[in-house]
């Protein structure tokens, strides 16, 4: 595989989680205003959760611009790597497999950690 497909890939990821976290800063924000002005411990974790995001993306443009700098002979066999990640859904787009409806669970199916 080609090492900057490679790298767009992990790009592409560490921007869907960045904006998965956007997503939940309404959530987060709720609580602050019950919790934010009288707890500081709570302040700081509503600051790092914002902090989080950004070096995600960060860390997104970084790897993405490193991928476009990377020759196009360069090439990389990512299995080994690929055992390494124990989400079957990301294992499979890190790999270039695609589905129809990626992260969308059957209907019913609910998972509470």
């Known amino acids: 595989m080609p090492v900057s497909e490679l790298l767009g890939r992990v790009s592409s990821e560490l921007n869907d989680i960045a ?33 989080i ?8 443009g970084y790897v993405d611009e490193i991928g476009t700098g990377t020759s196009p002979v360069w090439q990389l066999d990512p299995q080994a790597a690929l055992a390494a990640i124990t989400l079957s859904d990301l294992a499979a787009r890190l790999a270039g497999q695609t589905s129809a409806q990626p992260n969308v669970a059957p209907s019913g199916d609910f998972e509470l950690f």
């Open 53 to 60: 995001e950004q070096k995600l993306r960060c860390l997104a």
């Open 19 to 51: 904006a998965q976290v956007e997503r939940l800063h309404p959530l987060v924000s709720a609580q602050s205003s019950q919790l934010g002005g009288s707890d500081p411990h709570y302040a700081q974790a509503l600051q790092s959760f914002d902090h």
